[in-house]
């Protein structure tokens, strides 16, 4: 890593990370990013706290860079708001601001740097994003010529496109500073990563390739960031890696550790996990750590759409799981695909049927949208030749508008593809009602029945106290 303590150049780097929200995502809109968080806290980590001053911002950009005074705009955005990274980048550009893009779109599809973005962060970005920091501390301005050195970035040079080597992974996840939280702030309601990467290949998703290859922290370094969560005011945490229980002895040792803590009895928590890898064991596990709601990506109850969309994992697979967090009291969120190419009509109600019969508290499904970075997508692009200039929002959620949606289902039609979704949407709904109604039971007849008792000795004591003075 370069030296920046003796630069004479500039002795304070101003950096905004400039994040595009996506407003209609529920996950967006409750949770901050960390990725700014984890740029931030790596920089400091190689350089020290002195030399920067960072801030977070996910709306009104303009202002921020006017109040701010930034010399990098660093933007972090998926497909489907790229839009919005583009749009950010002219702004910034406006102001003579030097800019940085990240992500999963520009690893996917370097090509959509554009002219407002000066250099774009191919894959894991800390160690990139580091150095991108110590050559502007050098040049004050990112200089094509020498920006070949630095690996695992994309950037223009005479107007062609330059994509220096790949570069290597953080070997253990336990190198990577925990993110500098109160950069994007805390909340009652939080979460954090144990791990990058994921062993599995959905056809739907991009995390495989742009990780590479799945690493997860230690047992202590989750503890650690649980207790900094905490101790700042978390409530409810929620694990967001795509599947806490890969690893059981893992998720034993995580399990044990919080219990022995104590913070099983003041937090909640919540994970994601895959139903071939839920087991009694990682059951029990998850009980006694107090987690109260699991997702899992069930995605389909027909075995052969769930060949197509995931692989390695079997319908009474789903149903065992659902089953045997069921038993031990732990809410159930399964999240079902449909809209796959050569599903039928028919295989879509059999996910329907699987639904209503299944012991899930809940249910969400979403109609089947290539996304850059997925073997859907590259199923997609094969046979479509407008990916050139394409609006990156028609990636950003379904419009009930066929001239808009990207469909890419070759059996059953639009219009019949959103009646079955307003199908399930209803069914959906409904689950969420009777769910609601037995936690609010569950929550309040304790509370009525002591209130109750509370009144009645109350009663009984003016009784008592009444009869003695007649």
């Known amino acids: 890593m370069p030296d920046i303590s003796m630069t004479k150049k500039m002795t304070e780097l101003r950096v905004l990370f400039a994040h595009m929200q996506d407003n209609l995502s529920g996950v967006e809109t409750r ?21 920067f001053k960072f801030r977070f911002a996910s709306k009104e950009i303009h202002y921020e860079i006017e109040s701010f005074k930034p010399q990098i705009v660093a933007i972090g955005a998926v497909s489907p708001k790229f839009n919005d990274a583009i749009e950010c980048a002219r702004i910034a550009k ?18 959509c740097l554009t002219e407002g973005m000066d250099v774009g962060c191919i894959g894991e970005g800390e160690q990139s994003f580091a150095e991108l920091l110590a050559h502007f501390f050098e040049h004050g301005v990112f200089r094509g010529s020498q920006l070949a050195d630095i690996k695992g970035i994309v950037y223009r040079k005479n107007g062609e496109l330059v994509k220096t080597p ?3 992974l953080i070997q253990t996840f336990d190198q990577i500073p925990h993110p500098k939280r109160s ?15 994921c062993p599995y290949k959905c056809s739907f998703c991009s995390c495989s390739r742009f990780w590479r290859k799945a690493r997860y922290a230690s047992p202590s370094y989750v503890l650690e960031e649980i207790r900094e969560l905490t ?23 995580i399990s044990n550790l919080i219990v022995a803590d104590g913070l099983d009895r003041r937090v ?18 998850l009980k006694k750590m107090n987690v109260r709601l699991v997702w899992m990506g069930l995605e389909s109850g027909c ?16 149903l065992r799981a659902t089953s045997l967090l069921k038993d031990a009291g732990i809410q159930t969120n399964g999240f079902f695909i449909i809209g796959s190419p050569s599903e039928t009509e028919e295989e879509i109600m059999q996910t329907y049927k699987f639904i209503r019969e299944s012991q899930l508290d809940f249910a969400t499904v979403n109609i089947l ?12 692009t094969e046979k479509n030749s407008i990916v050139d200039g394409l609006d990156w929002s028609r990636l950003f959620s379904i419009r009930f508008d066929p001239r808009f949606d990207i469909i890419i289902s070759e059996e059953v039609s639009p219009a019949e593809l959103y009646r079955l979704y307003r199908k399930f949407a209803m069914l959906s709904r409904s689950m969420k009602r009777k769910a609601n109604f037995r936690k609010l039971r569950q929550l309040e007849l304790p509370r009525i029945a002591h209130e109750l008792l509370i009144s009645f000795r109350l009663f009984y004591k003016k009784l008592t106290v009444r009869h003695r003075t007649l």
Do not use: M
């Open 303 to 318: 075995q052969r759409t769930l060949d197509y969309l995931k692989g390695h994992v079997t319908v009474e697979q789903n």
């Open 94 to 111: 406006r102001y003579g601001v030097s800019t940085i893009v990240g992500g999963v779109h520009i690893s996917t599809l370097p090509e």
């Open 31 to 51: 949770f901050h990013p960390l990725w700014p968080a984890y740029l931030a806290a790596f920089a400091e980590q190689q350089f020290g706290t002195e030399k």
């Open 369 to 380: 949208t290539p996304l850059p970075g997925t073997a859907t997508w590259d199923h997609w």
């Open 268 to 285: 909640q928590f919540s994970c994601w996990a895959r139903a071939n890898e839920v087991n009694a064991e990682a059951v029990d596990s």
């Open 231 to 253: 101790e700042n005011g978390a409530k409810i945490i929620r694990f967001e890696d795509d599947s806490l229980t890969t690893n059981t002895r893992r998720l034993q040792e």
């Open 166 to 168: 790949i570069r290597p």
């Open 183 to 197: 950069l994007v702030g805390y909340l009652r309601h939080d979460y954090l990563l144990t791990g990058r990467g």
